[in-house]
């Protein structure tokens, strides 16, 4: 089963590395197995973490993706 992305946007005030993780991620009910990120300027990674570089000072919608089983294990 399939979970919508959770998304969460960001903003850097110079250009940089940001880390993310998805640790905060609780979903009752819901079992984790893969996590997807999207950095919002075409870059992805697989993983309970991800690390982006941002050459450009902007805005950047940062997505995480989760699959997973349910209560039921479907």
Known sequence: S??????????????GSISFSSQGTDIEG???EEYFWDSGHGKR??????SFVYSDVGFYT?????????????
């Not at 940062?62 to 479907?74: H, W």
């Open 2 to 15: 399939a979970y919508p992305f959770i998304q969460s946007v960001d903003s850097l005030i110079e250009a």
């Open 30 to 32: 819901f079992t984790p």
């Open 45 to 50: 990674s697989k993983g309970y973490e991800a």
């Open 62 to 74: 940062v997505q995480l993706g989760i699959i997973g089983k349910n209560a039921a294990g479907e």
